[in-house]
């Protein structure tokens, strides 16, 4: 599974979100489908980022890793030959979680960091179901 991980950049380098073309287009389309505005997702990424710990978000980061990996295994064993789209990885807006999502006319699959590491810690819930899901 091909994962496209934004989280550390988006913590290491200032402004990320404007300086690369693909996150841009990303967040674009992330307005357009969650239909939120421009300044929300910019305000919401900013306020998550400062309460974001680069060592929490190691820990998160390889949870969603072995999880996607896990469902990956189970999707390919039930389908054999299909083709998954790659996944985003981005620390998001307190918004959407997961979803499809069409950039530059290529599917992905995005996870918000966010609400996931909020989803981690709700009673009942299942990781392996959530990804398959999305």
Same mark, same amino acid.
């Given at each position: 599974?091909?994962? $496209? @991980?934004? &989280?550390? *950049?988006? =913590? ?7 300086? +690369?073309?693909?996150?841009?287009? !990303? ?29 929490? $978000? @190691?820990? &998160?980061? *390889?949870? =969603? ?7 990956? +295994?189970?999707?390919?064993?039930? !389908? ?55």
């Amino acid at each position: 599974m091909n994962i $496209l @991980d934004f &989280t550390s *950049q988006q =913590i290491e380098i200032k402004d990320f979100s404007e300086k +690369e073309d693909f996150f841009k287009d !990303f967040l674009h389309e992330y307005g357009r489908l969650c239909n939120i505005s421009d300044e929300f997702i910019k305000n919401g990424i900013e306020d998550e980022l400062k309460k974001t710990r680069k060592k929490n $978000l @190691d820990i &998160t980061i *390889q949870k =969603i890793r072995y999880i996607l990996q896990r469902s990956e +295994e189970k999707i390919l064993n039930f !389908f054999r030959n299909i083709e998954i789209p790659p996944v985003i990885l981005f620390i998001g807006p307190f918004a959407w979680d997961g979803h499809g999502i069409l950039v530059k006319e290529k599917p992905y699959i995005f996870l918000n960091i966010t609400m996931m590491e909020h989803h981690f810690n709700l009673p009942g819930f299942i990781p392996d179901v959530h990804a398959i899901h999305e």
